[in-house]
């Protein structure tokens, strides 16, 4: 809903509702207006569950697990921390997290993007996968826990400090690009550890512009814009598991 | 067999429990007010089938004895029990703990306190120390004697349990009216066990408690290691392993509750293989030592004491704990909001990582720890004949 060249704007505060109520606000909110803007959030689970696109959450509080899960094209931008499993099969649309994210991000997820200016913790980014266009983006501009991409099967994960122990364990598809090297020791025999070369530096340069329009400002200090100095993480093959199935 | 209740096998719920941890470390006391707050607002990590808290310095008057909390379901139970006790302890003073009657909680049983003394001819007859007589005769009550459970056994704390949400559990048992330097709370969603007073959490020995989100995998192999030591593992859940394992692993071995939170999440044997020579070695004499008491499955404690509260991750880190601090407090909660909800400008607020324990000590032990020296302090103390050096002279 346009009024005047200007998307509708609507707040909600949360305080310490229970999440139904939570959310059917939220939804009631974003039914007539296309930004709504989130006070005093207390752990309320799923907001902004399968929001679609042109529809924008503003939060401010750190918002329960599950939120934005199945994103259908709007945007979540939180001004603090989020907890586990933020991002859960979502499909397209971009969450964006000042702050540290937990456990779980971008599980499953098919398309979109999420920015995380800090940490992430641990399992982050598992079983993502791209399909025909689709082709989903983790960016991590601190520290990852361990587990990072376990299971990754497309897409593209990138991560500005250092990754824990179990990095792309079962990893078949999508890359993994890491600003710090890696122990080539903690690296699997099934993933291939790489200098990044022009055409990824072609990926990543549109990335770090983003995270720098996102960060910049408030970390006082902006990345690199290059795309350059990075390594590439992928699997040797994309059937490691084929021999097992399938002669 | 006629099937009565869902039992162990029959469902499996993939959620999580919620716990809650608050500790002032300068040792002053605050009323349950946050701690039920905290807990409350993960309502919904819970299913009401069980909730209660653990609360550290709430009967300073009393510090010196034991403080038995008791739940009977009847009233033979407790004449039982009382003759029990009467044998066996002084009994400085005993009363109904009060309660306040809430709607949801149904068919509470009758909970009473006693401040006790072990009796002294009898704990000399029996050879044991104070712990362990204390111990064994816990184990006694909870075993023998027909609907008689001790929640907790330990000086100047205790436990406040039952089935029900965690916020209805401190209503009930009235929380806020106690003063603690630590509080742990914990909201129940039993999986693979029935839900019963005895069996909410936290799960109590001596001075010990622990809250418990996740389930022990390995639970089967760790409860015939501590079964050999006299733990009777009778309670129809994982977690009271977890609780006898550090009594077994701190109070009878002497280690502290770091290396023993390190022991039940060693790390892989990968891990080792990748360490220098001496810490791989070390690394490899725990792990084989102590192999049956590595714990596994998912799960995050806290675990409290008289030495503060320690919270600790799987190593997989498969369930979530955070942690925050402001000036001396320093507060552990299943979500970071339940931090935020009672210390709005909480500081370094974080993850416990997986297999790395988080460690709040009261500042007084911390700075006895810190004066004390290994060679001062022999883990075991030696038997006479060890170290006599003349030959006990027998008695005529």
């Not at chain 1, 207006?33 to 006070?39: C, G, K, R, S, T």
């Not at chain 1, 991002?87 to 599980?107: K, P």
Request: aromatic share 10%; net charge negative.
């Amino acid at each position: 809903m346009i009024m005047g060249g200007q998307p509708v704007k609507a707040c909600v505060s949360l305080g310490t509702s229970h999440f139904q109520k939570a959310n059917q606000r939220v939804r009631a909110a974003l039914a007539a207006a296309d930004v709504v803007e989130l006070h005093d959030v207390f752990a309320q689970r799923y907001l902004g569950c399968a929001l679609d696109a042109g529809k924008k959450l503003d939060i401010f509080g750190t918002p329960g697990n599950d939120m934005a899960c199945f994103l259908d094209g709007g945007e979540v931008e939180v001004h603090g921390n989020v907890q586990d499993q933020i991002g859960n099969t979502m499909n397209a649309g971009r969450i964006v997290v000042h702050g540290r994210c937990g456990d779980a991000a971008g599980y499953a997820m098919r398309g979109g993007e999420i920015f995380v200016r800090d940490d992430c913790g641990w399992r982050v980014g598992i079983h993502m996968k791209q399909y025909e266009g689709r082709r989903p983006v983790v960016f991590i501009g601190g520290d990852a826990g361990d587990f990072l991409g376990e299971y990754m099967a497309g897409g593209v994960i990138v991560l500005l400090g250092k990754a824990g122990k179990h990095l792309g364990t079962g990893m078949h598809g999508g890359v993994i690009y890491l600003k710090a090297p890696p122990d080539p020791g903690l690296i699997s025999d099934s993933l291939v550890l790489e200098k990044a070369d022009e055409a990824d530096a072609e990926v990543l340069s549109p990335l770090m512009c983003a995270y720098n329009r996102l960060f910049a400002e408030e970390r006082g200090a902006a990345v690199d814009e290059s795309g350059e100095g990075f390594w590439r993480l992928r699997p040797a093959s994309s059937r490691p598991y084929a021999s097992m199935y399938a002669q | 067999m006629p099937k009565t209740a869902i039992r162990e096998g029959d469902v499996r719920i993939p959620s999580g429990c919620a716990i809650a941890g608050i500790m002032d470390r300068s040792g002053v006391r605050h009323d349950g007010g946050d701690i039920l707050r905290s807990i409350e607002l993960m309502h919904d990590r819970s299913n009401g089938l069980g909730g209660g808290f653990a609360a550290y310095g709430i009967y300073p008057e009393y510090r010196e004895l034991y403080a038995f909390h008791v739940m009977y379901e009847t009233h033979e139970a407790r004449v039982a029990t009382e003759a029990y006790l009467d044998v066996y302890f002084m009994s400085e003073k005993q009363e109904r703990i009060p309660t306040e009657p809430v709607p949801s909680i149904k068919n509470p049983p009758d909970v009473w306190r006693y401040f006790v003394a072990p009796h002294p001819m009898r704990m000399n007859m029996s050879g044991l120390d104070e712990s362990e007589y204390v111990m064994r005769h816990v184990f006694h009550i909870n075993s023998q004697i027909e609907g008689a459970f001790v929640a907790s056994s330990g000086k100047d704390m205790g436990a406040f349990k039952g089935v029900g949400y965690p916020e209805d559990i401190g209503e009930f048992y009235r929380i806020g009216d106690y003063r603690a330097w630590a509080w742990t709370a914990h909201g129940r969603f039993p999986t693979n066990t029935p839900g019963w007073w005895g069996g909410a959490h936290p799960f109590t020995l001596l001075n010990w408690s622990v809250v418990h989100n996740g389930e022990i995998s390995s639970y089967d192999a760790n409860r015939r290691y501590v079964e050999q030591f006299g733990y009777d593992c009778e309670l129809q859940t994982d977690t009271e392993v977890i609780t006898y394992l550090f009594d077994l692993l701190c109070r009878r071995h002497g280690l502290s509750q770091e290396l023993a939170a390190r022991i039940m999440t060693a790390p892989s044997w990968d891990e080792i293989d990748r360490m220098p020579p001496d810490r791989a070695k070390f690394e490899t004499d725990l792990r084989v030592t102590y192999s049956s008491a590595l714990v596994n499955g998912p799960f995050s404690v806290i675990l409290g004491s008289e030495e503060g509260l320690l919270a600790i991750n799987d190593r997989l880190k498969l369930r979530a704990l955070m942690v925050g601090e402001k000036g001396s407090m320093v507060y552990f909660a299943s979500e970071q909001a339940a931090i935020e909800v009672v210390c709005p400008d909480a500081e370094n607020i974080r993850p416990v990582e997986g297999g790395i324990p988080f460690v709040a000590q009261l500042d007084e032990v911390a700075r006895r720890k810190g004066l004390a020296a290994c060679e001062n302090s022999p883990v075991l103390n030696p038997l006479a004949h060890e170290v006599g050096v003349q030959p006990k002279r027998r008695e005529a």
